[in-house]
């Protein structure tokens, strides 16, 4: 099957599946006095965060992710704030992808609540590759009662375009033949990596859809554009052979990170040495879980006037130590400044990952004691694995975790 653009053949199938409001979906499914009511999800229920997802019911009101709460509030006065965890959210995203792994074993998460998914082996028990779209949206509404939207094409490009057009609970397939039809007219905004800006230039020199970028001139185009020109034209026409890379072909895990906003400006030291130690131990825990060891600590620090500073420090040896990590953090806080401004959020990361030998790691440093603090490490996360993240916590987060002052919100990434 071909048509449209001659050299983008149709014996490659490429699909796109995201999920609808997939933290508000999550809270609705768990409270179903939720339904059918705007809600807004911003990882902690007070009016000073940041919107991470809301319900459809909301987006009528023109609330948008990023928004702040407040504003949010403003547009949509009859939202209902929830404070969202994201550890069910990553539970409900490793059954999903489940899900998508008996479709085909090529998926590639992009985020939490999308991937995309290689099913042209799969044509072989599904003839019609729409049928492959529609198996994959009943077995994740019937299993888990969320509902998703798929994009399918011959390439990443277009299967990730066409799975916005008919949210939620929508099925777009764009085929090659189909490009005159569904592809070209489409406004240029569509094309991944046209933001405002290039948007705003495109229009500038005439350019309001893909067809007309598809025909644009390349070498007048990259005046304006630079070396983006000939990739945004190559794209318009439909060429894109980038593949599907399963999860364990891709590269390790950069980075991890944890943050927190508080509902009140802080100027109380020991509360912030508090959230430091608790956020260092979720960013161990998930190091722990992937079997990374880090070498840099970086502490993010948003000040009373929203000023964000972040600050790292690399280390001589890679280490997975909680308190090494601690230490380092806790050294980062300008003590001085953050009396003075109060500080709102502070976050934690580890990052220039890697995934040297437990034992390997250990020799390095030939001490008991060193092999008795991992040894006693360990421990805390079976017991965490086995009776909850919050069976067991470490004395100096207390404060943070009493909720003095109130926490707003926590993420992870």
Partial sequence: MRGGVGETPCDRVVMHVDMDAFYAQVEQMHRPELRGKPIIVGLGASKRGVVATCSYEAREYGVKSGMSAVEALRLCPPAILVQGSMDSY????ELIRGIFREFTPCVEPTSIDEAFLDVTASLKIFPDPVD?????????????????????SVNKHIAKIASALE????????????????????????????GPVTRRTLNEVGIFTVGDLA?????SLSKRLGVNAAHLIKVAKGLDDSPVHAHEDQADEKSISHEST?????????FMHSVILHLTDKVR????????YARTVTLRVRFADFETISRAHSLEEVTDDVSLIYETARSLLPVEKALRKGVRLLGVRASNLSKTNHTEQISLFDDRASAKKHDIQEAVELVRKKFGKKSIVR???????????????????
């Avoid at 990553?90 to 995203?93: E, I, S």
């Avoid at 025909?215 to 070498?219: I, L, Q, S, V």
């Fill in 262 to 270: 508080f509902d009140r400006d802080s100027r109380d030291l020991s």
């Fill in 285 to 292: 825990s998930r190091m722990r879980k992937g079997c990374f």
């Fill in 90 to 93: 990553v539970h409900y995203a």
């Fill in 132 to 152: 492959i779209a529609k198996s994959l949206k009943k077995e994740v509404l019937n299993r888990l009662g969320l509902t998703c939207s798929v994009g399918m």
């Fill in 215 to 219: 025909n644009a001139d390349r070498r």
């Fill in 395 to 413: 004395a100096g987060s207390l404060k943070f975790l009493s909720g003095s002052p109130a926490r707003k919100s926590e993420d992870g990434r």
């Fill in 167 to 194: 949210k939620p609970d929508g099925l777009t397939a764009i085929w090659p033949h189909e490009f005159d039809e569904k592809f070209f007219p489409l406004d240029v905004g569509k094309i991944y990596g046209v």
